[in-house]
């Protein structure tokens, strides 16, 4: 299946179920929300989740965009990205436990093809204040599952207080051998999808009370899921990423895969940012998006100062903009982009002039960063890519 067919394969299931298909997949919280982007599916949900009435009703479906910055560092490996989609199924008080686990085994089994033999499941198991999830323990063995029964991976919270409750979570072998071991003792089962009965609310005391009106949330990790579906190690590998990987190591010369993967990630991450209407600024939002460019273009300049953001083929962009359904154009995204590289290239040069004096010269410290940032306006991150470079 290519990403397009998976897509609908999910959404049209769950449509075809009496879902609603809900809109407005945009990285922008409301004003309200103090966090920057969202960062999951359920994000946008919480309020309704926690019982005020959805005015497109009880059960929904999404394909929702998210950008996290926490894994920055990560990126470069096959898993991690910046910006990716969660495929999400919402019972605001519709239906329960059971039926959700059921349809989920459904669709992965019959409308994805996996056989029985490459499913495994992990349950709550029970702790001190809840007991094991019998609900779903009983519906798994009714449906054939192998399961294993676990209690802190399977009790999902969205912090200290708030909504909470056992879930239950599947996943697929993704070994060349015939299966073995359980999701616990065995990496080559990768977790897909994640499914969350919220029954209680987590108070500032560390008690919990029932929620007046549980709900289920489910969220499947789009990337992850094109990347087992069809067969490959990495994300990079797929469809998703093709015509970068395509178009992108004949233009720039990259030094080894962690650099390829991380300017395709930035790249691909930022223009969706920008096609979301931010712009890169020194604090906020804008600062993600400037920090994420400038990454790019550090790695690209450490052994060629040449290379520019001008030379991106047209196409990259176009099919970023595609994928994530975002409009207005390509020629807008590049601007920005190659505005943002002339503004660095001027803050590379003043930064180069005051790192060549020789009290910086060898190990910075801290105090050393703060001074260089409040005195002359050069953020850590510039600072340490300058030594990149000059080194």
Known sequence: MNTDRILRTFTDFYVERGHHLITGS??????????LFTTSGMHPLTPYLEGRPHPQGRRLVNVQRCLRTTDLD????????????????????????????????????????????????????????????????????????????????NWWSNGPVGPCGPDSEIFLWTGDTPPQGTPTTDPRWVEVWNHVSMRYRRHEDGSLS?????????????ERLVTVLQGHDSVYDTDLFEPWTRLLPPLWDLDGTPSLRLVCDHLRSGIVVIGDGVRPSNTGRGYVLRRLVRRVLTTLWQHDSTRTLSDLPPELVEHTLDHFRLSGGTTPVLKVLLDEERRFGKLLEQGRRILSRPQYQGQLGDEDYHYLHDTHGLPRDLVVGLQGLRR
């Not at 990285?27 to 966090?35: A, E, G, M, Q, T």
């Open 74 to 153: 990560e990126i470069g490996d096959s898993t991690h990205l910046t910006v990716f989609e969660m495929l999400g199924s919402w019972s605001l008080g519709g239906y329960g436990h059971s039926q959700s686990l059921r349809w989920g085994y459904e669709l992965l089994h019959d409308g994805f093809g996996i056989p029985d033999g490459q499913l495994y499941v992990t349950v709550f198991g029970g702790d001190d204040q809840v007991g094991p999830d019998i609900e779903s323990l009983r519906t798994w063995g009714e449906l054939g599952m192998p399961v294993e029964q676990t209690r802190e991976d």
């Open 210 to 222: 029932p929620l007046s009106q549980p709900s289920i949330d489910t969220g499947m990790g789009l």
């Open 26 to 35: 945009t990285l922008l919280p409301p004003p309200s929300d103090p966090v």
